[in-house]
């Protein structure tokens, strides 16, 4: 279980999915005989599938995750959003009675569910697809996976297994001062969205938007 204190417990599952879609990459835990298997994927949500959604993703055929993990148990995939530093010197309550530590804000999205190993032609060719057209989209001239010679492709595609996971617990954790007075969450806010980091300037602007909720 992903420790959550209650102020920072997102429990809105369409702001959680959302949150996944945009950040479209995970660290994904498996068990083995010796102990964990990771891997870090990039990977397609599917909203359709269950109360939770179903991952679609897929890892290097060389990699023997697929090989060696207990699919019979359940597997974790964490999302890592935005994270920044915060200084006390942001909190105004620092001036009134100096109880401020600095901390680090953050967004975390925890999702648990089960695994199926998936290794057709076509169902990957389209996993691919899907994939690298949503990724490709910003761009004027976007590469389509049509583009490669066929039988480089094909090689591609050999060369990799596929996973579903479907979904069946769905935790959040957006630590975004929530446990500070108004005041101080302002004052924070505003420092980062004027921050040169953009991590940090889209830690401030998601505080922005929790705000107005």
Not at 45 to 53: N, Q, T
Not at 64 to 91: E, N
Request: glycine content about 8%.
């Amino acid at each position: 279980m992903l420790y959550i204190p209650p102020h920072f417990r997102e429990t809105d599952t369409a702001i959680l999915q959302a949150e996944i879609q945009r950040i479209g990459f995970c660290t994904l835990t498996t068990i083995g005989a010796a102990g964990p298997l990771i891997s870090h994927v990039p990977v397609m949500l599917d909203r359709s599938v269950g109360p939770f959604g179903q991952l679609r993703c897929h890892i290097a055929r060389a990699n023997p995750q697929w090989r060696d993990s207990d699919f019979s148990k359940s597997a974790v995939a964490v999302f890592m959003g935005p994270d920044t530093y915060v200084s006390p010197s942001w909190y105004p309550s620092k001036i009134e009675h100096g109880k401020a530590v600095p901390t680090w804000n953050y967004v975390a999205i925890c999702a648990r569910g089960h695994i199926e190993v998936f290794d057709d032609r076509d169902a990957l060719h389209a996993h691919v697809g899907e994939l690298s057209d949503r990724h490709e989209a910003a761009f004027p001239e976007p590469w389509h996976v049509g583009d490669a010679p066929a039988d480089y492709m094909e090689r591609q595609i050999r060369g990799i297994v596929g996973f579903r996971f479907t979904i069946e617990a769905l935790e959040g954790k957006l630590k975004l001062s929530q446990n500070r007075s108004e005041a101080d969450r302002g004052s924070v806010a505003a420092a980062l969205s004027a921050s040169s980091d953009p991590k940090a300037r889209d830690v401030g602007a998601m505080m922005d938007s929790l705000h107005k909720r």
